[in-house]
C-alpha cells in the first residue's frame, strides 16, 4: 500500500494525498487532527469506521481437519485395524466399542485442542502491543490496537511502530525497518518532508507499523492502520496456534512406537501359542490378541498429556506467568539459575528520592508512595527546602529535565513515565515547585534523550525573555565528569571531584541509586541542543538517591528458590555498592563479591565461565553482558532463567532455555523474544512458575505411573490366561469399556493435582532424566501384578461358586475398575502417604472422578441395555463385598511398599530413583 492512502481512502474513497511528501502541517490537516491528538469522542468514531488496528489473522485448520488430525497416532491405527478385522468378522459389538472408544478420545483431544487455541488467543490479547497516544490533550497509554487515523503518538527506543505514521518531530531517531525493506541497518528519521516518489526505504518522514526504534524519541500521526499499512501488504499475524509438541511428547511418542511393536509382537506371541499350544480356534485366538491389543494400548495418554499441560499453562497465568512458548512448560521445572534484574523485579518499582546532597549538605527525604508529600531533614531537623537556594535549584532542574508526570487516581498517586524521573517530579513538588508553573516559565525548547551510550539526559529551556538553560541529569561519574562548576548556597565553585565521588559512595552504599544534577546557561534565544553544548563547563547542581523498596513478596520467593536448589543471581546497572546492599537484603551469599561489567570485558570466556558461577551479584552491567553470562553459564551445564525487559535484552533473552520478559515495563523486543512474560514484573511470579512446571512434570508422571500400571494389568490378563489355556477373565469389548471410563475420569483427576508439599525442595530435575525411572519401573510392574492377582482371584472365585461365565466376567471387570479406584489415591503422591494430613488436600478432582465412575460401573453392571452390549450380569452383596476388599488390599500393599520406600530415604539411602 502507497502512503497516499488519506481518511477518505482508507474508508473506502480514492486517494489523494502522499504523506511522505507533505509538510507536518499539512498532514494534521489532512487527517483532521491536532498536536493535541484526537478527543476520546472522535476516536471513538473513528474506530467504528476504521475497525481496530490489528492485521487480519492467519487461516487456521478447520474443525473438520483438527478433528481428523486426533486419529493420527500409532497407537489409535493399532486400534483402528482390530476395528476393522472384528467388522469383518462380524463381531459388531467388538467393533463399535473400539471405534466408540477411539471417537470419544478423538473428541477430548478436539475439545481440548480448541480451548488451547483460545487459550493461547487470550494470552496474545494480554501480550498486545501498548502505545502512548496524546488523546484530549493528555498521555495515555492505549492498546495499539485502539489506535485510529488522527492519532498522535509518542515513541522512543525500545519501542515497535504501533501503525503507519508520518513523523511531527524527533530526536536522534533511529529505526530498524529490515522487516520492510531488507536493509539490516538502522534508518535516520526526521519530520521533514522527502520527494513524492521516494522508495519505502528512503521516506524518512514516515515510521512503519511493525519496525523497531532502535535510538532517540519522536511524535508522528498515524496515517495508515491494520491491514492498511505498510506491513498489512506483506505480513500477517501469526495464525496458528502453538502446537503441544514437547520434548517430553516426543520422548512420549517414541515410547508410543516402541510400545506399539512390542504389543503387536505379544499378541502374535498369544495368538501363536493360543492356536497351536491349545488347540483354540483362529478367531477366538484373533480376539484375544485384539483384546490384548486393547488393554495395553493406553490410548487416552495423549489427551492426558495434553490436558496437563494445559492446566499448567492456565496456572501460570493465574499467578501472573505468561506463557508464550509451551516447551517452557517443562524446561521451568528444571531451571538452576535465575538471573534477575533488581528494579521492578526484586523491588517494587516505585523509585522515591530518599537523599539529596547539595552544597555540603546530606538532606533525608520521607514520604510514601509518588505521593507529593514528605518532609525534608537534615542532622534529624526539619528543614524548609525554600531556605536553601542550593535545593531549590536542583528541585527545578530535577523537574525540568523530566518528562514523567505524577497525578492522583482514585485517592491514589501514580505516575505516568518513567519511575526515576517520576521520583525526581515528585521530590520537587515535595519542596514547593510548581511543575506546571516552571513549564509555563521555562518551556523546552530541545532535548537530548537518555541513551546507555552516553547514559545522560539534557534539555533545553528558555523563558519569555529569551534567556537559555540546559539541564543535565545521569549517571553521577559521568555528570562529574561534564562539570566544571559547583553550586553552593553562596554561589558557584569548582567542583571538588573527590568530595563528590565519596558522596556517590556514601550513598550508594545506603543501597540507593544515585543520579548527578548540573546546568548551564546558554546564549540566549537559542533554538538547537547538541551534544556539543553540554560536553563540558557545567555546574553541578548536586545528587539525589532514588530507593526502590524489595518486594515482600520477592523476599520470600529469593528464599524459596535457594531451597529448591535453584541460585539467584542479580544483574543490575547500578553501583556496586549500591547492589551489594541489596543483594545483603536479600540474602544473596557473596554480596560483598561483586562483578561490574568493566570486570566482564576484562575476562576471557574461560575465566567468565569459571567466575560466572562462583558469583552472585553483577553491577553496572550493559546489556550485552547479558548474553555473555548466559553463555557461560549455560557451559557449565546450568539451566537458566533470565529477566530483561530492553531491546537490546533480547539476545540474551532468546539464547536462554527461559527467557522472561516484563509485561509492563518490557519493550515488545523482550516479549517477543521471550518464552514466558511477567504480567506484573515481579520475581515471585518466577518463583510460581517454577512451581508449577515442576507439578506440570510430577502430574504427567502420576498420569503415566496410573496409566501403565493399570493397562499392564489388563494385557498381563489376557497374556496369562492364554498361557494357561483359561477362558478370558475379561472380554476385548470390557476392557475397552474400562480403559475409556480411566482415561475419561480417574486419569484425568491427577491433571488437577495441587503441588506436593516438596515440590520447591527438590534439587532441580536434569533435562536429562528419563521419562520412567527405575522406581516408576518396578512400581508400574508391582502394581500390575498385583491388579492381575485380584482379577484373576475373584474370576476364580466366582467360577469355583458356580457362576456362570458372564457374572465371573462381570465380577472380574468390577475388580479391576475398584482397585484402579483405591489405587488412584494412592498414585496421586510419589511417596507420601495417600491419607495424611497432607496427602488429602485437594482431593476433590479424585472424589468427583471416583463417584461419576462409581455411578457407570453401577450402568455397566444393572443396567439392561449395558447388560447386553457387555454381557454382564447384576451382582449380589458378597461379591460387591469381596470386590471391595480386594480393592481395598492392593491399596494397603501399595502404601505399604511407599512405607518401605520412605524408610529407606529416612535411612539416608538417597540413591533410590525417585518418580
Known sequence: MDDSRTLEAAAGAEPKAVWHALAAGAVLGEVGGGERGLSAQEAGSRLQAFGPNRLPAARRRGPLVRFALQFHNILIYVLLGSAAVTAAMAHWVDTAVIVGVVVVNAIIGFLQEGRAERALDAIREMLSPQAMVLRDGERRMLAAEALVPGDVVLFESGDKVPADLRLLRSKGLQIQEA???GESLPVTKDAAAVAADAPLGDRMSMAYAGTLVVSGRGRGVVVATGSRSEIGRISTLLGSVGTLTTPLLE????????????????????????????????????????????????????????????????????????????????????????????????????????????????????????????????????????????????MRGAQLCSDAGVREVGGEWVIHGDPTEGALVCVAAKGGVDGAAEAKAWPRIDVIPFESEHRFMATLNRNAN??????????????????????????????????????????????????????????????????????????????????????????????????????????????????????????????????TGADLDRMDDAELARRAEDTDVFARTAPQHKLRLVEALQRQGLIIAMTGDGVNDAPALKRADIGVAMGRRGTEAAKEAAQMVLADDNFASIAHAVEEGRTVYDNLQKAILFILATNGAQALTIIVAVLLGSVLPITAVQILWVNMVTAVTLSMALAFERAEADVMARPPRSRQA?????????????????????????????????????????????????????????????????????????????????????????????????????????????????????????????EGEKALARQWLRRGRTSIPEP
Open 770 to 894: 528419563p521419562l520412567l525411572t527405575p522406581l516408576m519401573l518396578w512400581r508400574i510392574g508391582f502394581v500390575s501384578v498385583l491388579i492381575l492377582g485380584g482379577v484373576f482371584g475373584t474370576f476364580e472365585w466366582q467360577t469355583r461358586r458356580g457362576a456362570d461365565i458372564a457374572t465371573a466376567r462381570t465380577t472380574a471387570v468390577n475388580t479391576l475398575v475398584a482397585i484402579e479406584i483405591t489405587y488412584l489415591f494412592s498414585a496421586r503422591h510419589r511417596l507420601q502417604a495417600a491419607f495424611s494430613r497432607d496427602g488429602v488436600r485437594g482431593i476433590r478432582p479424585v472424589l468427583i472422578a471416583v463417584a461419576l465412575t462409581i455411578a457407570l460401573q453401577v450402568l455397566f453392571t444393572w443396567w439392561p441395555p449395558m447388560q447386553r452390549l457387555f454381557d454382564t450380569r447384576a451382582l449380589d452383596s458378597p461379591t460387591c463385598a469381596i470386590i471391595t476388599g480386594a480393592a481395598v488390599a492392593v491399596l494397603v500393599l501399595v
Open 179 to 181: 522487516a520492510l525493506t
Open 466 to 595: 529569551g534567556d537559555a538553560i540546559v539541564y543535565v541529569k545521569g549517571a553521577p561519574e559521568r555528570i562529574l565528569a561534564m562539570c566544571e562548576m559547583e553550586r553552593g548556597d553562596d554561589g558557584d565553585r569548582p567542583v571538588d571531584g573527590s568530595f563528590w565521588q565519596r558522596r556517590i559512595e556514601q550513598i550508594g552504599a545506603r543501597g540507593q541509586r544515585v543520579l548527578g544534577l548540573a546546568c548551564r546557561p546558554l546564549a540566549p534565544h537559542k533554538q538547537n541542543l547538541s551534544f556539543a553544548d553540554v560536553d563540558g563547563g557545567l555546574t553541578l547542581l548536586g545528587l539525589v538517591g532514588l530507593a526502590d523498596p524489595p518486594r515482600g513478596e520477592a523476599l520470600g520467593a529469593v528464599q524459596q528458590c535457594r531451597d529448591a536448589g535453584i541460585r539467584v543471581k542479580m544483574i543490575t546497572g547500578d553501583h556496586a555498592g549500591t547492589a551489594g546492599a541489596i543483594a545483603r537484603t536479600f540474602g544473596l551469599p557473596g554480596a560483598e563479591k561483586v562483578l
Open 251 to 394: 520422548q512420549v511418542g517414541r515410547f508410543s512406537r516402541v510400545l506399539t511393536v512390542l504389543i503387536l509382537v505379544l499378541a502374535a506371541i498369544v495368538f501363536a501359542v493360543g492356536v497351536l499350544g491349545w488347540g483354540f480356534t483362529a478367531e477366538a485366538m484373533f480376539l484375544a490378541a485384539v483384546g490384548l491389543a486393547v488393554a495395553a494400548i493406553p490410548e487416552g495418554l495423549p489427551a492426558i498429556m495434553t490436558i496437563t499441560l494445559a492446566i499448567g499453562v492456565q496456572r501460570m497465568a493465574r499467578r501472573n506467568a505468561i506463557v508464550r512458548r509451551l516447551p517452557a512448560v517443562e524446561t521451568l521445572g528444571s531451571v538452576s539459575v535465575i538471573c534477575s534484574d533488581k528494579t521492578g523485579t526484586l523491588t517494587r518499582n516505585e523509585m522515591m528520592v530518599e537523599t539529596i546532597a547539595v552544597g555540603r549538605r546530606l538532606i533525608e527525604v520521607t514520604g510514601e508512595g509518588y505521593a507529593p508529600a514528605g518532609r525534608f531533614l537534615a542532622d534529624g531537623e526539619e528543614i524548609a527546602p525554600a531556605a536553601i537556594p542550593s535545593l531549590c535549584a536542583l
